[in-house]
């Protein structure tokens, strides 16, 4: 174990609502949501005040179901320019102890401050006064030894708080925490976890790495060297860029899927942005992952490889969609879809062809789905679009059809 390294993990507290509350002081004290529409299913909970959060208001509550618990609620919709802009502000506040400042999210940030004359606690504490008296909104901020229980300390005590976790007491505080408060430990995981009497953190450190190798591969043993308090990952500089590992785009849909039609809809018009974001960042995709939400939200996920990487937005919906067809049974409608590209691989890489694919055929495609590219960026998203999807959407006036893409299995 590193002993000697001090990280903090620094979470900002209510985070929109308190950007909010900056804005309208009014508005401090009182019972505050940031919320999504609420003409559609988009209409939830984004993010609450302690005040509306002490009433019972939960984020991703609906909004009508939020308001019954708090009758008082006071509901915004999201200013999305504001809340970036109050993240810079307490970013730049971060970067006065450490370049070492590690985004992990709009509203958390990890800082490596080891080898200072200052303890990390005490950083910590000037760090929380300091956001609190320039910007008016609080951090809760945990102190360790690695990332992992740094980013668990900050959960530990909020809000506006300060926790330390080191090695003399990493074991009495984390280990008799429930296996969800560690990060990475995903519902299903955990769902599998106390399957096997799996209940708390000590309890993946007993089960031992052979057995979360077994049962939960290569995740299952990095579950264990977290909780066993081994993380050795470092905090990335300030101008760090993380590399594109895969590129995805979901959506909750306003209305619960019936059939494979509308799934076959929706997947091809993520795919559209996927695609794109993939020509910006000059990389193609080798493999295809499909997440399935159904409308009691049970998540499944599929997922399959590309025989030869691709751009393409068509070739990516084909293979998610027979995904889909593939695996779903449809017991029930579904609520929400994600397609993600993986496995992404640089367009300047040499590929190994098929002696089956029509190399003619392939550069049309590119070729035409690159025009299409420009004309998009040109007149806008609207401007030249598969006639399948027109549905009911309001299409622009100057919209052009693409009258070639239908199901999938009728090609």
Known sequence: MQSNRVILHSDLNCFYASVEMMLNPELRGKAVAVCGSTKDRHGIVLAKSESAKKAGVKTGMVNWQAKLVCPNLITLPPQYDQYLKYSKLVRDIYLRYTNQVEPYGMDECWLDVSGGQTTGLELAEEIRKTVREELGMTVSIGVSFNKIFAKLGS???????????????????????????????????????????????????????????????????????????????????????????????????????????????????????????????????????????????????????????????????????????????????????????????????????????????????????????????????????????????KMPSNTVLLHELVMPGVL
């Open 155 to 393: 959960d530990l005590k909020k809000p506006d708080a300060v926790t330390v976790i080191d090695q003399s007491n990493f074991k009495e505080t984390v280990w008799r925490l429930p296996v969800s408060e560690l990060l990475y430990a995903g519902r299903a995981t955990v769902k599998k976890l106390k399957s096997y009497r799996v209940d708390t953190i000590g309890d993946i450190v007993k089960a031992g790495p052979d057995f979360m190798q077994r049962h939960f591969g290569k995740n299952g043993v990095q579950l264990w060297v977290f909780a066993k308090g081994s993380d050795t990952s470092q905090v990335m500089p300030e101008d760090f860029q993380t590399p594109v590992k895969s590129i995805g785009h979901g959506i909750t849909c306003i209305s619960d899927l019936q059939n494979n039609t509308e799934v076959w809809k929706v997947i091809l018009e993520l795919s559209q942005d996927i695609g794109h974001k993939l020509r910006v960042n000059g990389l193609l995709a080798r493999g295809v992952q499909l997440s399935v939400k159904d409308n009691t939200l049970g998540y499944r996920q599929y997922q399959a490889q590309i025989e030869i990487a691709t751009q393409s937005p068509m070739e990516l919906a084909k293979k998610a969609y027979f995904l889909f067809e593939s695996n779903y049974s449809w017991r029930l409608p579904i609520r929400a879809l994600t397609v993600r590209a993986i496995n992404l691989v640089s367009r300047t890489r040499p590929q190994q062809l098929s002696i089956f694919d029509d190399l003619a055929q392939r550069e049309r495609r590119e070729h035409l789905e690159e025009t299409i590219d420009i004309i998009r960026s040109r007149f806008g998203k609207r401007s030249i679009y598969p006639a399948i999807l027109m549905g009911d959407l």
